[in-house]
């Protein structure tokens, strides 16, 4: 099997064609069928036939994994339930629920803004699975704060939830034409986590290739797939180190961004 490769089709109809037990790690950030507008994929499914196509790619996934690997995949809240019960009736093993917080949301007029996503953190096999907590430990509290002598020297693992900014319009590395895009730092901390340098990772909807790209940094072997010629072009540009050319603000700096609490002290002051 070839690695390092990124196909342009469905994903469902390339995963076929590859070998039983050949993936370590799958990250899968599907399109989440609440209308967003993709080149080419419809996200507005009726409801049986994105639950019925979530079984089929799941299923797939299922057949590839090494019995020691790991899925982690990501979801709005609309299907976070059924994707959930997918995963376990596939015969995947539960360890996490994690909430991405991504700091703020689109402004909503009726409701409160949304500005988190899960990501469904299962594994193929209960007791065999790589975790590589070492590689991902934070200073804890008990360290920073409390300088409580009982702290581990080396950290902590991370809570189940995550902060990391999305990637917004306005950022120097947003990639131009896609309305979604993974911040590189959630991928590193998830193959890091669950890979080992020279594993095979999956991700089946490659998008702008933010999956391929942090695991040909860390020194992992990826296979990527994007339905849509255009987006698969780019990911192969952005593989190729020619980011400039993809880049969706071609002048614009990193505006730095400030989270609804960093807000709520500063309106604070104001006062
Ligand atoms: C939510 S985006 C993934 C974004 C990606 N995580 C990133 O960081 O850029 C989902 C992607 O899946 C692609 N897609 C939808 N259906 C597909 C299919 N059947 N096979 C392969 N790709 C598909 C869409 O074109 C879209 O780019």
């Known amino acids: 099997m070839k690695v390092n490769k990124v196909y342009l089709g469905d994903c469902i109809e390339i995963m076929k064609s590859l070998p039983d037990k050949s ?158 895009q993974m911040p590189e730092d959630l991928l590193k901390l998830i193959i890091k986590a669950s890979s080992n340098e020279g594993d095979l990772i999956l991700d089946p909807f490659g998008g702008t290739g933010t999956t391929a790209m942090v695991a040909k940094r860390l020194k992992r072997n990826f296979i990527t797939m994007e339905i849509s010629e255009e987006y698969y072009n780019a990911i192969l540009k952005r593989l190729d180190g020619k980011v400039a050319e993809i880049r969706k603000n071609k002048k614009v700096e990193f505006k730095e961004q400030i989270t609804l609490f960093d807000a709520m002290r500063l309106s604070q002051k104001l006062r």
């Open 23 to 180: 993936i370590d790690l799958v990250f899968a950030d599907p399109p989440f069928n609440i209308g967003i507008k993709y080149d080419t994929h419809n996200d507005n499914m009726p409801y049986e036939e994105y639950y019925k196509w979530s079984e089929k790619w799941i299923g797939e996934i299922g057949r590839l994994l090494k019995n020691n690997g790991t899925i982690y995949i990501a979801i709005g809240d609309e299907f976070a339930a059924e994707i959930n019960i997918i995963l376990k009736k596939a015969g995947f093993y539960f360890r996490n629920w994690i909430t991405w917080y991504y700091t703020f949301g689109q402004n909503q007029r009726k409701k409160f803004n949304r500005a988190h996503t899960h990501i469904l953190y299962f594994v193929k096999d209960k007791k065999q699975f790589t975790f590589n907590d070492k590689n991902i430990r934070i200073p804890s509290a008990r360290q920073l704060i409390y300088k409580d002598k009982r702290a581990n020297p080396i950290g902590k693992i991370p809570d189940d939830v995550w902060q990391f900014s999305r990637v917004c319009g306005t950022f120097k590395e947003r990639i131009e034409k896609h309305p979604c």
